[in-house]
């Protein structure tokens, strides 16, 4: 079975730009969830779906962060217009039930130069 | 890698002793615990977890504590191997309504030496 992929594993873009990154969950997952880590900083939470719904974004920096999950199946993360401090690295994790383990991705590294 | 600037406090240990990773958590409303290991360029990967009504766990080669009273969980490797050497991470798993988030540790570095 395939695990939690995401898309790009590393991503370099300047100041001001747009950036999108993808989470492909485990098959038949119904949460997802955005954490990141930025550097020097313990992994933060962003916010977690259950099938296409937020159910809690309370982790989400700011308004320039958008996450979206149509479908239920995939995930996007959108970062317009990208500032410095938003460089870290992003991981994306997935679980089929509430209180069940969370299988994390790869995690895709930003770099905001 | 990714613990550049990062300054982890670092365990070193010989292969084959037993190692101890301790971490302090602060909401004692966390429903349950998680310790994570992470490699580097991986994401991290399920160790063990512990509910908040229990106070210990043991998995393969590995054990969970949890004190409650002073808000400290550990986990104890036996008879560490090189493989064992990763980042390790404590989490708090909170139940809020319909939502779930884990709060992580700040990390420890576990170095094995052969």
């Known amino acids: 079975e395939a695990g939690v992929t995401q898309f790009p594993s590393h991503s370099v873009i300047e100041k001001g730009q747009t950036v999108t990154l993808r989470c492909d969950p485990i098959?038949?997952?119904?949460?997802l969830y955005w954490y990141r880590r930025v550097m020097g900083k313990e992994i933060k939470f962003l916010l977690h779906f259950v099938k296409e719904s937020k159910q809690d974004e309370s982790g989400m920096p700011n308004n320039r962060f958008l996450a979206e999950r149509t479908g239920g199946t995939y995930s996007t993360l959108k970062v317009q217009p990208a500032e410095l401090e938003d460089s870290g690295v992003y991981f994306c994790a997935s679980s089929p039930d509430r209180g069940n383990e969370q299988f994390f991705g790869p995690g895709t590294r930003l770099t905001v130069l | 890698g990714e613990s550049v600037g990062l300054h982890l406090p670092t365990l070193s240990v010989q292969e084959g002793d037993n190692s101890i990773i301790n971490c302090a958590y602060s909401n004692s409303a966390s429903d349950y615990f998680i310790w994570y290991k992470q490699e580097s360029g991986k994401g991290p990967q399920f160790i063990i977890d512990i509910r908040s009504n229990m106070d210990k766990r043991q998995g393969q080669r590995v054990t969970v504590l949890l004190n409650k009273t002073v808000k400290h969980l550990s986990l104890q490797i036996a008879a560490t191997q090189p493989g064992d050497s990763a980042v390790y991470f404590c989490?708090?798993?909170?139940?809020?309504?319909?939502?779930?988030?884990?709060?992580f540790g700040k990390g420890m570095k576990l170095t094995v030496n052969p």
């Open positions: 098959s038949g997952h119904d949460n």
């Open positions: 989490a708090e798993g909170l139940l809020q309504g319909g939502s779930e988030k884990l709060v």
